[in-house]
T-cell receptor
Framework: DAKTTQPPSMDCAEGRAANLPCNHS???????VYWYRQIHSQGPQYIIH???NNETNEMASLIITEDRKSSTLILPHATLRDTAVYYC??????????????FGSGTRLQVQP | DAGVTQSPTHLIKTRGQQVTLRCSPK?????VSWYQQALGQGPQFIFQ???????QRGNFPDRFSGHQFPNYSSELNVNALLLGDSALYLC???????????????FGSGTRLTVV
């Protein structure tokens, strides 16, 4: 898995958009960007993934730069329940469910009331 | 449809003792992975079981061992406990044949092990 770099912590006001950046300058052409989050006292939860196009689902949006060296996870209207540690992971999809996930330290997002 | 179930949720052991943690995978999943998460850090991969055999192993000593049963459930055993083994132990299940599914892994809520 390619190495990723994330800020250790971020704050966001409730109701505002939370933009979480991730740098992955050594990403390979066949590697996808995955985002997981871990709410306190729970296991990590899958959020979204993408290759090069922007992706959106019911939880979040993922914006990947044209050179694919960085990405941003966007929570459009953050709530207190979004307070969690967010992990950015880069890997080939064939490894999903078969090989170990490599977690960094992630970004601790604190949503403020 | 039950997700990943881990037991117990909390456990306190003394240094030198042995501990067994248990995991029932999500219905339909056949692969179980174990992770150790120290306070303030991301989860670290311990090992993965598929078809009742250890398939991959992270950088953990032989004191950490496991087992997978025919019903796909799994156990994690840690011998000769050290204070540094205190952590949240997470179990993740997946379906090996459906690697193309986006979500990949489903995690349990973990077992909090405290070694005193």
């Amino acid at each position: 898995d390619a190495k990723t770099t994330q800020p250790p912590s971020m704050d966001c006001a409730e109701g505002r958009a939370a933009n979480l950046p991730c740098n992955h300058s050594t990403i390979s052409g066949n590697e996808y960007v995955y985002w997981y989050r871990q709410i306190h006292s729970q296991g990590p939860q899958y959020i979204i993934h993408g290759l090069k196009n922007n992706e959106t689902n019911e939880m979040a949006s993922l914006i990947i730069t044209e050179d694919r060296k960085s990405s941003t996870l966007i929570l459009p209207h953050a709530t207190l329940r979004d307070t969690a540690v967010y992990y950015c992971i880069v890997r080939v999809p064939e490894d999903t469910g078969r090989r170990a996930l490599t977690f960094g330290s992630g970004t601790r997002l604190q949503v403020q009331p | 449809d039950a997700g990943v179930t881990q037991s117990p949720t909390h456990l306190i052991k003394t240094r030198g003792q042995q501990v067994t943690l248990r995991c029932s995978p999500k219905s339909g999943h056949d692969t179980v992975s174990w992770y150790q998460q120290a306070l303030g850090q991301g989860p670290q991969f311990i090992f993965q079981y598929y078809e009742e055999e250890e398939r991959q192993r992270g950088n953990f000593p032989d004191r950490f061992s496991g087992h997978q049963f025919p019903n796909y459930s799994s156990e994690l055993n840690v011998n000769a406990l050290l204070l540094g083994d205190s952590a949240l132990y997470l179990c993740a299940s997946s379906l090996r044949a459906e690697w193309w599914r986006s979500y990949g892994y489903t995690f349990g809520s973990g077992t909090r092990l405290t070694v005193v």
